[in-house]
């Protein structure tokens, strides 16, 4: 240590860059694994990012009544294919706050529609936290109150209106809470059943081994879209739509489990003949215990990481149902649902608005495919 003239102490000691790095190198050696995935997975920005808005989307499914100004199946009879309506703030370049302009509809005699005109001499103030339809928090809590709604004598079409004077904004967030919530069951059934047979199947090998590998290799090779259209048309129209809805959601997870037991055949095939698994069975543990506490956790990330990118095809699946007729039904709202009702091109040529269903579909894939990208790399910390 050198003293200076102003009395502080200063490091005179050569700087030694190797040991640093070796410094830093034991503190991420002795750093637990999750945050090493945490470190590495906050430098993926899109999956970062991705990540937040899944989180922000799935945190919104409960209040989805909540944030939508209309009930998913309330009809405004005289507003049929209205379309979408803009929210402003400045009324002849004052601020007076949101408001919107009463829409009114007109006939035009050439094109025999009907053509919806504001009135843009009447600013009519939208109002917050007021009375509604009835909808239930989280599916439990029955409530009338809404966090906007269009002021009386006007209407709120933030994304246009479809055949029924339905508002496809508030239909859109009710459709969110099933369409991202089958991807959610399915892949349970998914996993339960693929690390099931996987695991059976990798760690016994034998006679096991080889009738799990033909049951998977029959329905790999069975084509997966005609597969899902007989099931689903066996399901009963009489069936509620919460029932259709689960047995679609288990449909999609059976038919996606032989992909993960192999995969996890694979892996335990090749990890069951490590020292730590020989040396837990020689001290007596039993399988079960050998597959939960010695194999699965050295590939539970990987697990996970995969499931994030299934899902997106489990929500797509549902929407391919749904749009053909052969998943959910109404009065249920799904995206694939909201779909079925835009299958006529010439009635999307003239009321575009009514395809906006599919733009929540991409995004939740995109972010999803992102997300899921974004954990896969960060999974293996210490590598560059």
């Known amino acids: 240590m050198t003293q200076l003239p102003d009395g502080r102490y200063v490091d005179d000691a050569p700087y030694d860059a190797q040991a640093s790095i ?48 209309y009930t998913p199946n309330e009809r405004l009879s005289e507003h049929l294919y209205a379309p979408p309506q803009g929210v402003n703030f400045f009324h002849d370049g004052a601020f007076i706050g ?44 029955a409530s009338d109150t809404h966090l906007f709604c269009a002021p009386p ?25 099933l369409s991202l919530t089958v991807g959610l069951i399915g892949i349970t059934v998914s996993f339960v059943l693929g690390i099931s047979f996987g695991s059976i199947a990798g760690y016994f090998g034998g006679r096991i081994d080889w009738m799990i590998n033909r049951v998977i290799e029959i329905l790999r090779s069975l084509p997966e879209l005609p597969l899902w259209l007989a099931l689903s048309a066996a399901v009963p129209s009489n069936w509620g739509p919460v029932s259709v809805f689960f047995i679609i959601s288990v449909i999609l997870g059976i038919l996606d489990w032989p992909g993960l037991a192999r995969s996890v055949r694979a892996k335990f095939l090749s990890l069951r003949e490590e020292e730590y ?46 749009f053909l007729g052969l998943g959910l039904r109404a009065p249920a709202v799904s995206w694939g649902v909201m779909l079925n009702d835009a299958q006529n091109l010439a009635s999307i040529e003239i009321y575009p608005w009514t395809a906006i269903p599919m733009l929540p579909i991409i995004v939740i894939v995109l972010t999803f495919n992102f997300f899921g990208d974004g954990l896969r790399d960060s999974l293996d910390p210490y590598e560059s």
Request: proline content about 6%; hydrophobic content about 50%.
């Open 22 to 69: 070796q410094q830093l190198e034991r503190r991420d050696l002795d750093a637990p694994n999750w945050l090493l995935i945490w470190r590495k997975f906050r430098q993926h920005k899109l999956g970062l990012y991705s990540g937040i808005f899944l989180l922000l989307s799935y945190l919104m499914l409960p209040f989805a009544g909540f944030i939508a100004p």
């Open 153 to 177: 004598g006007a209407t709120l079409f933030l994304w246009g209106a479809d055949r029924l004077g339905r508002d496809v904004f508030s239909r859109i967030l009710y459709g969110a809470q």
């Open 277 to 322: 698994v020989r040396a837990a069975e020689m001290m007596g543990a039993s399988s079960s215990r050998v597959i939960r506490k010695h194999l699965l956790p050295n590939f539970m990330s990987h697990l996970i990481a995969s499931a994030t990118l299934s899902i997106p095809a489990m929500i797509l699946g549902e929407t391919a149902l749904s």
């Open 98 to 141: 949101p408001f919107v302009y009463p829409i009114v509809a007109e006939a035009d005699m050439e094109t025999f529609q009907w053509k919806f005109v504001a009135d843009e001499s009447r600013p009519m103030p939208l109002k917050f936290f007021c009375e509604g339809g009835t909808h239930h928090l989280a599916g439990l809590i």
